[in-house]
Nanobody, 120 residues
Framework: QVQLVESGGGLVQPGGSLRLSCEAS????????MGWYRQGPGKERDLVAT???????NYADSVKGRVAISWENAKKLVSLQIDRLKPEDTAVYYC??????????????WGQGTLVTVSP
């Protein structure tokens, strides 16, 4: 099994910053991508940012210029720095990893989600 431990959510004022982290552990042979998605109130789950094992990043247009994703390969740890937070960034943020498990089958795992609330 693969476990994802997310941290860093909370209440932040507009204009503030937040750093989310997610560490993967368990039956993993290799991870290909790690990333973050979010689901706001009454909305579908959407991409925020992903990063590949080669360091290639992909950002949603809605967060470009305000978000930076990074991956510490040795720790299987992905972090998401969000600056200049807006009320519309309020959402549950989910970590996502894709790779190969110990059984050499493809795996995709979602974290339990961490709530980010942007409010005065």
């Amino acid at each position: 099994q693969v476990q994802l431990v997310e941290s860093g959510g909370g209440l932040v004022q507009p204009g503030g910053s937040l750093r989310l982290s997610c560490e993967a552990s368990g039956s993993i042979v290799r991870l290909y991508t790690m990333g973050w998605y979010r689901q706001g109130p009454g909305k579908e789950r959407d991409l925020v940012a992903t990063i590949s094992s080669a360091g290639r990043t992909n950002y949603a247009d809605s967060v470009k210029g305000r978000v930076a994703i990074s991956w510490e390969n040795a720790k299987k740890l992905v972090s998401l720095q969000i600056d200049r937070l807006k009320p519309e960034d309020t959402a549950v943020y989910y970590c996502n990893v894709r790779g190969t498990g110990m059984d050499y089958r493809s795996l995709e795992v979602w974290g339990q989600g961490t709530l980010v609330t942007v409010s005065p």
